[in-house]
């Protein structure tokens, strides 16, 4: 697959690291390593090579340990995959790195890494060109996910550079934005050298990235909503095999796709007033398993919020950034995720204590306006003619009629008692899991 204006060498090796035992997966396949576990009737490293010989990738390095003989007989020379293989196997368990560094000097300028345990739909190429742009020296796929509490977290600047890593398990006491890293990788060899050498097990998250950290190196987050998901448990293998008899898990499936549009307070979380502390989030019952029903149809889940207290000066945005930490932590207990939240500070209006004047201006994202949603829009590549607005307020009604969207009105929160606009919604429900039934049962109708 050519990139204009990109030296293929750049995209022609994947590093497949694949010598855990899978001992979680044990007693569903037994003798079975984990990389041959089968996802829709084929192993999952079967998907693995497919999808680097549909990148334009020819060359694959495969670490192995455990059963290596099985996955080496499977795997022959690469050419069933339309690819050039080579089994490398550890004499002892090095970690998921240490193996890849004893072999650094194998390995060309650039290349990808990518877990055994990880089914992935994503645009390697895509990703390889966001990794040479900004000069990285490593990239880290994220996204949220429905399990941050046993995930590797990541905190990233406006830039999308990491800033910090957040290894599993996760205090108490603390909410994290929910930004996985989803164990897939493009690294630049050289910046690996300060390792080499160390014949020791290594972590890619507790000790290189870390450690990459540490010396200032341009470690970047490259955020995709791309299929990538681990499979390395029992219920995530039975997740995946659902997202694959759905069709989710493919190239073309992660790109356009329809979105619910949320409002914020009064539709996931009891409104409050204007919610300026995280401790005062308190969610809605069922929050989390209606937008685990949205996600399994198909659906992005996008928040859009005014959030005047910033303008106002009652609020700063690390406030707000806080709030959304936490709604993002509440979520993820509950098995759900958002795809974005997306933010207005502004307020028209003046003659607030404190009032940020930068800020109080007749702006184009505060709802009723499409700006917030156009945003989202671009970021996701949503399909607008299949998405919905679901809200308690009149404004998201009428956002949702100058979008074109089908809209539901909830009967929590301000129960469109708000009365800035005169619009009616196409659906009144009680309340957001009863919004969501009306959203799969019209999904289904169209199916037919």
């Not at 090796?13 to 990389?35: E, M, N, S, T, Y």
């Not at 549009?261 to 005062?280: C, M, Q, V, Y």
Request: proline content about 5%; glycine content about 10%.
């Amino acid at each position: 697959m050519g990139i204009p204006g990109v030296s293929r060498s750049a995209f022609d090796h994947l590093v497949i690291v694949a010598g855990g035992k899978g001992a979680r997966l044990a007693h569903l396949f037994p003798g079975l390593p984990k990389a041959l576990v089968p996802i829709g009737g084929k192993p999952v490293l079967a998907h693995q090579l497919e999808l680097a010989a549909k990148s334009g990738i020819h060359t694959v390095t495969i670490l192995v340990g455990y059963l290596s003989q099985r996955i080496a007989e499977f795997v022959g020379d690469g050419s069933a995959f339309g690819i050039d293989a080579r089994i490398l196997v550890e004499s002892k368990p090095l970690g998921n790195a240490g193996a890849l560094i004893q072999n650094l000097d194998t390995l060309p300028d650039h290349f990808f890494v990518l877990y055994g345990d990880v089914m992935t739909a994503a645009d390697l190429p895509r990703m390889g060109c966001f990794h040479l742009d900004r000069k990285a020296d490593f990239t880290c796929l994220v996204h949220p996910n429905d399990h941050p509490l046993d995930s590797d977290l990541l905190e990233v600047d406006d830039d999308g550079r990491v800033t910090a890593i957040h290894a599993y398990p996760h205090p108490r006491d603390r909410d994290f934005a929910n930004l996985v890293n989803a164990a897939l990788y493009v690294v630049r060899r050289d910046a690996l050298r300060p390792w080499s050498g160390h014949i020791k097990n290594l972590d890619f998250t507790k000790d290189v990235l870390s450690g990459l950290l540490a010396v200032g190196a341009r470690v970047f987050a490259y955020r995709s909503s791309e299929y990538a998901r681990d499979m390395g448990t029992p219920k995530r293998l039975e997740r995946v095999e659902a997202d694959w008899r759905a069709g989710m898990i493919n190239i073309a499936h992660s790109g356009v796709r329809p979105a619910v549009f949320l409002d914020r307070d009064g539709t996931l979380n009891i409104d409050k007033g204007h919610l300026r502390r995280p401790e005062d989030l308190e969610l809605f019952p069922r929050v989390g398993e209606a937008l685990a029903a949205l996600r399994h149809a198909g659906f992005y889940l996008v928040v859009l919020t005014n959030q005047s207290v910033v303008a106002r000066g009652e609020a700063s945005e690390h406030d707000v950034a806080a709030v959304h930490r936490r709604l993002e932590w509440e979520l993820g207990k509950a098995g759900a995720y958002l795809d974005g939240i997306y933010v207005c500070p502004h307020h028209p209006d003046g003659g607030f204590p404190g009032e940020r004047a930068n800020l109080k201006i007749k702006c184009e994202c505060r709802k009723p306006s499409i700006g917030l949603l156009e945003r989202a829009r671009r970021d996701l590549s949503i399909d607008m003619s299949k998405s919905w607005v679901i809200g308690d307020q009149t404004r998201d009604v009428e956002m949702a009629r100058r979008a074109g969207l089908r809209s539901i009105l909830l009967q929590t929160g301000v129960a469109g008692r708000d009365g800035h606009f005169e619009c009616a919604a196409d659906h009144v429900a009680p309340d957001l899991m009863q919004a969501v039934e009306h959203v799969l049962e019209r999904q289904q109708a169209h199916n037919r």
